[in-house]
């Protein structure tokens, strides 16, 4: 599936946004299911978000709905994630990952592989 290369984080304000970016090699990317996780210092590993392949159907953790957007470019390889209204407890490093269905963001299943993430500090 190649690899996987995240952007696009940085240090904000709470209330403030950030659009994160993966950017894909692959050429199924079309295909690919793929979603956001995110991990803080001393914390396991928790989904934020997925999408699925064509017709890429959104899914999301209920601590961001209403304030996050995946979306996905298939003809840039890229998926996106648009931050808005954030807050402290956002605060950690976000990878891209691809895995084999949304379900994982719930627990059930894994993820296949990740790039090497991207830090999201959220000041208060």
């Known amino acids: 599936q190649g690899q996987l290369v995240e952007s696009g984080g940085g240090l904000v304000q709470a209330g403030g946004s950030l659009r994160l970016s993966c950017a894909a090699s692959?050429?199924?990317?079309?295909?690919?299911?793929m979603g956001w996780f995110k991990q803080a210092p001393g914390k396991e590993r928790e989904g934020v978000s997925c999408?699925?392949?064509?017709?890429?159907?959104?899914y999301y953790v209920d601590s961001v709905k209403d304030r996050f957007t995946i979306s996905r470019n298939n003809r840039r390889r890229t998926i996106y994630l648009q931050m808005t209204n954030l807050i402290p407890d956002d605060t950690a490093v976000y990878h891209c990952?691809?895995?084999?269905?949304?379900?994982?963001?719930?627990?059930?299943?894994?993820?296949?592989?990740w790039g090497q993430g991207i830090q999201v500090t959220v000041s208060s």
């Open positions: 999408i699925s392949g064509n017709p890429g159907r959104t």
């Open positions: 692959g050429r199924t990317f079309s295909m690919y299911v």
């Open positions: 990952a691809t895995t084999a269905a949304c379900e994982v963001l719930y627990g059930r299943g894994r993820y296949d592989s």
